[in-house]
């Protein structure tokens, strides 16, 4: 079974810092996903990615397939991007997705 | 599209009774799952399909049930519910397996007294 281990488990930051949470894991992957859960709420895909970088809007996700290590960044951070953010990663036959326990980001004013 | 749609949002339960969570999607998608997320437990799978008529077990698949008659349909059955089942279930699609994006429902919160 994959080992999936994110960082920090809890990151309070001002408004409009610049936001790295990161993912860890044990065994290689074709795909990774990038999870987010407002509280009280559902899950909102944000980004899947098997290499490089990807972006969308302030968000920016990478991935280090020889490391074994994805980073979600936030630039230029807001409140509304108070959450918890999840990696997930499927298993080689891509019929099981693994989770990470989540970062819960508050961003204060 | 109505996309992932769950049903019910709120449930309680007692010790023993039965009951069915609803899940369809519109999209067409082949792979459905369902998930319980406890509070620093992370998300856990219990029971996914990679088609109509195909499921499978995930990861902590006791005391529930699944079936997939049709592609748009995935009801998740407790069969006799216990304390240990009080969690926060979501339900997700995709078009092909984990390894496309995920659409998720918006969960039920289920207690079980």
């Known amino acids: 079974k994959n080992e999936v281990e994110q960082s920090p488990q809890n990151l309070t930051a001002q408004e409009g810092e610049f936001i790295t949470i990161n993912c860890s894991y044990s065994v290689g992957i074709s795909a990774l996903h990038w999870l987010q859960q407002h509280p009280g709420g559902g899950i909102v895909s944000l980004f899947m990615l098997s290499s490089g970088k990807k972006k969308h809007g302030r968000l920016i996700a990478t991935i280090n397939i020889q490391e074994k290590h994805s980073s979600l960044h936030i630039t230029a951070s807001h409140p509304r991007d108070s959450a918890v953010y999840i990696c997930?990663?499927?298993?080689?036959?891509?019929?099981?997705?693994?989770f990470g326990t989540g970062t819960r980001l508050t961003i204060i004013p | 599209n109505a996309g992932v749609t769950q049903t019910p949002k709120f449930q309680v339960l007692k010790t023993g009774q039965s009951m069915t969570l609803q899940c369809a999607q519109d999209m067409n998608h082949e792979y459905m799952s369902w998930y319980r997320q406890d509070p620093g437990m992370g998300l856990r799978l219990i029971h996914y399909s990679v088609g109509a008529g195909i499921t499978d077990q995930g990861e902590v698949p006791n005391g529930y049930n699944v079936s997939r008659s049709t592609t748009e349909d995935f009801p998740l059955r407790l069969l006799s519910a216990a304390p240990s089942q009080t969690s926060v279930y979501f339900c997700?699609?995709?078009?092909?397996?984990?390894?496309?994006?995920?659409?998720f429902g918006e969960g039920s919160w289920l207690t079980v007294v």
């Open positions: 997930a990663l499927p298993n080689f036959g891509n019929e099981k997705l693994t």
């Open positions: 997700a699609s995709s078009y092909r397996r984990a390894g496309n994006t995920i659409y």
